[in-house]
């Protein structure tokens, strides 16, 4: 923790969203979705102090959006979001009209006080082939991690191209190859200022890793940044970034869900509304016994159990049902466990 408050204060770390979970929002309902941000914020504040509790949300794995969510964030005093999987059709009708960036607007909101700024990725995944560029063979190149002998090998590239260590004699060709990737990507926004982020799910497991990442963008940055007039490059946060494109321009209004969620040939992501109802429905037993015990009395204090356990399965891997087995039962024992809990509260009130 000592380190964490180190690099918070440094403003090299920071939380994003900063909830128990990156919750689902389609299965989900608005007290769940309160509870687990909640619950999230209130770590947080204790932990490392009120200054550090988020200001924008990240968003990019759960299947499909609900203007709940963004409601939800701007209700607790959020400046903007990001979010990552929308049906890969309106992913390209944004991009064409360079509206990836919008005020998100309530559908019952007359005036915009709930806008909300939103930002949507435009390519297919959030992983490092998928974020530089519209060529995921260009952009794999520049995933180091994936280099040979690097701890935690990480399959190597799928399009045949791989990433080689940069040096001064490759340095101009492949930090253009890279800049031409960031300029197309640039072309689909309004500001002038783009994100890239460089990672993935179970990535910098290993200091090496991290600095194969760190020590060879570092080098690219260095000559792009010498090298080519307008154009300014550096690590950064996700905050940095909003602070940076918010107010360069004016964003367009957009209403209503980006639901149902297809990543490509009309794949839709749907079979998770209704799957696994036993599990759903426990879910929903836990949020009125809890609310039950709430409006009783209890504070959050004694019930921080069964919050946190209602927050935890409100996991887009949760709720959906997409979870392993194994895991869905661990979640569902968490649950039933907590039901007792509050409806013993309850008797004893």
Known sequence: QD????????????????????PDEANTQLFAMEIQLQEGHDFIRSTFGEEYIPKYGWSIDPFGYSPTMAYLLKKHGFEAMLIQRVHYRIKKELAQSKHLEFMWRQTWDKTGDHD?????????SYDVPHTCGPDPKVCCMFDFARMRGV??????????AQPEKIHDRNVQDRAMLLLDQYRKKANLYQSNVVIAPLGD???????????????????????????????????????????????????????????????????????YFTSRVFDKSLDRQ?????????????????????????????????????AKTHVVE??????????RFCQDWIIRK
């Open 330 to 339: 661990d979640y569902a024992a968490q649950i039933h466990k907590s039901i």
């Open 286 to 322: 836990l949020e009125r016994v809890l609310f039950a015990a709430s409006t009783l009395g209890a504070d959050k204090v004694e019930m921080q159990e069964p919050r946190r356990a209602l927050s935890l399965f409100q996991h887009h891997d949760g709720i959906t049902g997409t």
């Open 151 to 160: 701890t935690g090998y990480v399959d190597s590239c799928p399009w045949g």
């Open 3 to 22: 380190v964490v408050r180190r690099l918070l204060k440094n403003k090299q770390f920071e939380f994003v969203t900063g909830g128990w979970v990156q």
């Open 201 to 271: 799910d179970f990535r910098y497991r290993t200091r090496q890793e991290a600095d194969m990442q760190y020590e060879n963008y570092e080098r690219i940055f260095e000559y792009i940044n010498n090298h080519v007039d307008g154009v300014q490059i550096s690590f950064g946060t996700l905050s940095e970034y909003f602070q940076a494109a918010m107010g360069t321009f004016t964003p367009p209004i957009l209403k209503g869900s980006f639901f149902t969620y297809a990543d490509r040939n009309e794949d839709y992501w749907s079979g």
């Open 116 to 124: 909300i700024f939103t930002h949507v990725m435009p390519f297919y």
